[in-house]
């Protein structure tokens, strides 16, 4: 991988609520390389989603971000709104898990597709119509022409989410962050739907950040993935490494969770306990009070993440244990 | 030796819509949501029968005609041999406490103003499980067998994390010594890890107390991991039902395989790039005509348009809704093109 390749990269992004007492995200970095797709798995309060709208500063005034976000050699951080404006929804595009709450539901689709198409490009009235028949072509609504005419409730729930891939898509983006984009959907509409985003990526060269809490969309969509739990990412690799070999507890019993093929009615390798709320993460490796391997310094020193290859990293004081430990998943 | 405990025949249910009076007055037909159009199927003693299908597919609506929480308007369902639509007094009490449900979600089905120790005792009362003095003893018993401490008593369901609360339903199921759980979306709001944990609950329960289950869900993973035998619903019927391992390893019908490429499996060296299924559920208030599955089939041919397939036998315990009979067979499961041409 070569520098150039660098599309966003996040430096020691931290987001705060309620004047600094609950830490959503705690000191995360990333990149994103061109043309990749980077999963952000974690459980609820893991911080994913609170990562991907920190970039896009989409939070409450409650909330303090900081850290860096570079993109395209500008910090995010740094730009007055003005600058923001134009990347925001223009160079990075977001869709969200429930298209039903993001979508307009008093504006037909062809004013919310041409609502961005006016902001972020230059077509005239009838280029912007034209355009937007396009788009609906593109991410597979069949009759256009009439439907563009539909407001939101107009559309089943999978057409709904391909109306928002559709607005996202308007302004060309670089780089599309995804929500849960298939968690409110049924398994053979998630499947259209994953597949329509990465014949999207390909057709149109962007790099995809998407944060999901099923691993099996990880193991079936992503190139990259980053582990998070508790606010901080405590794994990162390609799929095929962290999948055959992780080396955090946490990666490990996760992947134990999901039940797979040739264990049928065995038990589960779970994880005691459940994610810790906001405002009672652990002191030490926030992980430390459920994890099997943790040890006396777990409770005190928090691990940071480290490089253990090329593009691999965890934050596990006793990672050779895990990785000795072998993968759930065979 | 496979005992039958719960023989369903022919069951169907339709909630109507309402209708104006132009169309009252011009004879057509009242709409009505189909949810489930004549289900056939039997529950054995002691094993766990997964229902597997997407929304709308009416695998709740069954669920519900089981424990008789909906009267079924077609069909009956014979529990131990006796009709439960007839079931009247004491018999119809002591079905509903030999058959439980517990439900998807446990935030709406504890009562938020009982602390668990009446929300247990309650049921226990109800169905003179044990005589007064003896009820607090047995919900500790109770609260342990589900993996709570005995503090949890005192509290109230929201003071518990969503794993705990399902938990807690799953104690006040118990709490009838129940000989059926009907579990419906049980894990479905829960995160992943804590999703295993209630999981290997079922399990261990199931062994101990030597439950029957018939676990509804719509995630292949889970119902392939917990149950004996897995029926797959689409439009309200049935389209396969076989033991899981066959039905998994070579699905008979068209949908089933569509469900199965459909999911992700965790295994990043088994990727798909072809969408397995377009189209989406057509509307439960018109169904197509013929085979449900034929506007969304690959394999259509003439036949499916025009006439409904019945469950046939495909194998052992085996059976498959499908006109194309050798759909999925081994001799040709390279070969699906033969099949499209029809015969």
């Given at each position: 991988?070569?520098?150039?390749?660098?599309?966003?990269?996040?430096?020691?992004?931290?987001?705060?609520?309620?004047?600094?007492?609950l830490?959503?995200?705690?000191?995360?970095?990333?990149?994103?390389?061109a043309?990749?797709?980077?999963?952000?798995?974690?459980?609820?309060?893991s911080?994913?989603?609170?990562?991907?709208?920190?970039?896009?500063?989409?939070?409450?005034?409650?909330?303090?971000?900081?850290?860096?976000?570079?993109?395209?050699?500008?910090?995010?951080?740094?730009?007055?709104?003005?600058?923001?404006?134009v990347?925001?929804?223009?160079?990075?595009?977001?869709i969200?898990?429930?298209?039903?709450?993001?979508?307009?539901?008093?504006?037909?689709?062809a004013?919310?597709?041409?609502?961005?198409?006016?902001v972020?490009?230059?077509?005239?009235?009838?280029?912007?119509?034209?355009?937007?028949?396009?788009?609906?072509?593109?991410?597979?609504?069949?009759?256009?022409k009439?439907?563009?005419k539909?407001?939101?409730?107009?559309?089943?729930?999978?057409?709904?989410?391909?109306?928002m891939?559709?607005?996202?898509?308007?302004?060309?983006?670089?780089?599309?962050?995804?929500?849960?984009?298939?968690?409110?959907?049924?398994?053979?509409?998630?499947?259209q739907?994953?597949?329509?985003?990465?014949?999207?990526?390909?057709?149109l060269?962007?790099?995809?950040?998407?944060?999901t809490?099923?691993l099996?969309?990880?193991?079936?969509?992503?190139?990259?993935?980053a582990?998070?739990?508790?606010?901080?990412?405590?794994e990162?690799?390609?799929?095929q490494?962290?999948?055959?070999?992780?080396?955090?507890?946490?990666?490990?019993?996760?992947?134990?969770?999901?039940?797979?093929?040739?264990?049928?009615?065995?038990?589960?390798?779970?994880?005691?306990?459940?994610?810790?709320?906001?405002?009672e993460?652990?002191?030490?490796?926030?992980?430390?009070?459920?994890?099997?391997?943790?040890?006396?310094?777990?409770g005190?020193?928090?691990?940071?993440?480290?490089?253990?290859?090329?593009?691999?990293?965890?934050?596990?004081?006793?990672?050779?244990?895990?990785?000795?430990?072998?993968s759930?998943?065979? | 030796m496979?005992?039958?405990?719960?023989?369903?025949?022919?069951?169907?249910?339709?909630?109507?819509?309402?209708?104006?009076?132009?169309?009252?007055?011009?004879?057509?037909?009242?709409?009505?949501?189909?949810?489930?159009?004549?289900?056939?199927?039997?529950?054995?003693?002691?094993?766990?029968?997964?229902?597997?299908?997407?929304?709308?597919c009416?695998?709740?609506?069954?669920?519900?005609c089981?424990?008789?929480l909906?009267?079924c308007?077609?069909?009956?369902?014979?529990?131990?041999?006796?009709?439960?639509?007839?079931?009247?007094?004491?018999?119809?009490?002591?079905?509903?406490r030999?058959?439980?449900?517990?439900f998807?979600?446990?935030?709406?089905?504890?009562?938020?103003?009982?602390?668990?120790?009446r929300?247990?005792?309650?049921?226990?009362?109800?169905?003179?499980?044990?005589?007064?003095?003896?009820?607090?003893?047995?919900?500790?018993?109770?609260?342990?067998?589900?993996?709570?401490?005995?503090?949890?008593a005192?509290?109230?369901?929201?003071?518990?994390?969503?794993?705990?609360?399902?938990?807690?339903?799953?104690?006040?199921?118990?709490?009838?010594?129940?000989?059926?759980?009907?579990?419906?979306?049980?894990?479905?709001?829960?995160?992943?890890?804590?999703?295993?944990?209630?999981?290997?609950?079922?399990?261990?329960?199931?062994?101990?107390?030597?439950?029957?289950?018939?676990?509804?869900?719509?995630?292949?993973?889970?119902?392939?991991?917990?149950?004996?035998?897995?029926?797959?619903?689409?439009?309200?019927?049935?389209?396969?039902?076989?033991?899981?391992?066959?039905?998994?390893?070579?699905?008979?019908?068209?949908?089933?395989?569509?469900?199965l490429?459909?999911?992700?499996?965790i295994?990043?060296?088994?990727?798909?790039?072809?969408?397995?299924m377009?189209?989406?559920l057509?509307?439960?208030?018109?169904?197509?005509?013929?085979?449900?599955?034929?506007?969304?089939?690959?394999?259509?041919?003439?036949?499916?348009?025009?006439?409904?397939?019945?469950?046939?036998?495909?194998?052992?315990?085996?059976q498959?809704?499908?006109?194309?009979?050798?759909?999925?067979?081994k001799?040709?499961?390279?070969?699906?093109?033969?099949?499209?041409?029809?015969?």
């Amino acid at each position: 991988m070569n520098v150039s390749d660098l599309v966003l990269e996040v430096r020691n992004l931290t987001t705060t609520f309620g004047g600094g007492r609950l830490t959503a995200v705690n000191d995360v970095s990333f990149s994103v390389m061109a043309g990749e797709v980077l999963g952000l798995v974690g459980e609820s309060g893991s911080g994913k989603s609170v990562t991907l709208r920190s970039i896009m500063q989409l939070l409450p005034a409650s909330s303090a971000i900081s850290g860096q976000v570079f993109w395209q050699g500008d910090d995010l951080m740094e730009m007055s709104n003005s600058e923001l404006r134009v990347v925001r929804g223009g160079q990075i595009s977001m869709i969200f898990q429930e298209p039903t709450t993001a979508l307009n539901p008093v504006l037909s689709v062809a004013t919310q597709i041409e609502e961005n198409l006016k902001v972020h490009t230059r077509l005239d009235r009838a280029g912007r119509a034209a355009r937007a028949r396009d788009l609906m072509d593109l991410v597979g609504i069949p009759d256009a022409k009439l439907r563009l005419k539909e407001y939101p409730h107009q559309f089943s729930g999978g057409m709904r989410q391909r109306v928002m891939i559709a607005i996202a898509l308007a302004s060309d983006p670089a780089l599309l962050l995804a929500d849960e984009p298939t968690t409110a959907l049924d398994v053979t509409i998630q499947d259209q739907i994953l597949n329509l985003i990465l014949d999207l990526r390909d057709e149109l060269s962007m790099s995809v950040v998407l944060v999901t809490h099923d691993l099996g969309v990880v193991a079936a969509t992503c190139d990259r993935v980053a582990v998070m739990y508790a606010g901080r990412i405590v794994e990162t690799g390609t799929v095929q490494q962290v999948f055959a070999e992780p080396n955090h507890a946490y990666t490990r019993g996760l992947l134990g969770s999901v039940p797979h093929a040739g264990t049928e009615r065995t038990m589960l390798l779970s994880i005691e306990g459940k994610p810790p709320g906001l405002s009672e993460i652990p002191l030490g490796c926030a992980f430390n009070p459920r994890c099997e391997f943790s040890t006396a310094r777990c409770g005190v020193d928090r691990p940071e993440l480290e490089d253990i290859g090329p593009g691999r990293q965890v934050a596990c004081f006793n990672r050779d244990a895990v990785a000795a430990s072998g993968s759930p998943i065979g | 030796m496979q005992v039958t405990l719960i023989q369903v025949e022919d069951v169907s249910k339709r909630f109507p819509l309402p209708q104006s009076v132009l169309n009252r007055l011009s004879g057509k037909p009242a709409p009505a949501v189909h949810a489930v159009n004549g289900i056939s199927l039997t529950i054995h003693r002691g094993e766990t029968l997964g229902i597997v299908g997407e929304s709308g597919c009416g695998k709740s609506t069954l669920a519900r005609c089981l424990v008789r929480l909906h009267e079924c308007d077609g069909g009956r369902i014979l529990f131990e041999g006796a009709d439960i639509a007839k079931l009247k007094g004491t018999t119809r009490r002591a079905f509903n406490r030999r058959v439980q449900m517990i439900f998807q979600d446990p935030y709406s089905s504890l009562n938020p103003r009982m602390k668990v120790r009446r929300i247990l005792g309650e049921a226990l009362s109800v169905h003179q499980m044990r005589p007064t003095k003896d009820i607090p003893a047995r919900i500790l018993e109770l609260l342990d067998l589900v993996g709570l401490s005995p503090d949890a008593a005192d509290r109230y369901p929201h003071e518990f994390s969503g794993g705990q609360r399902q938990r807690v339903g799953i104690a006040r199921a118990l709490a009838v010594e129940p000989e059926v759980l009907v579990a419906d979306e049980l894990v479905s709001a829960l995160d992943v890890s804590v999703q295993a944990q209630v999981v290997n609950l079922l399990l261990d329960l199931q062994d101990r107390l030597n439950l029957t289950v018939v676990f509804v869900a719509h995630d292949l993973r889970l119902v392939r991991h917990i149950s004996h035998r897995v029926a797959v619903m689409y439009l309200g019927k049935i389209v396969e039902i076989a033991p899981t391992a066959a039905l998994f390893s070579a699905p008979r019908h068209p949908y089933t395989r569509a469900l199965l490429d459909a999911a992700p499996e965790i295994d990043p060296t088994k990727r798909s790039r072809t969408v397995a299924m377009h189209g989406e559920l057509p509307s439960p208030i018109n169904l197509p005509k013929g085979c449900l599955f034929s506007t969304r089939c690959p394999h259509a041919f003439d036949r499916c348009f025009t006439e409904l397939p019945q469950l046939d036998d495909r194998g052992p315990l085996h059976q498959s809704a499908c006109h194309l009979v050798d759909f999925g067979a081994k001799s040709d499961h390279t070969n699906s093109n033969i099949m499209e041409e029809g015969p």
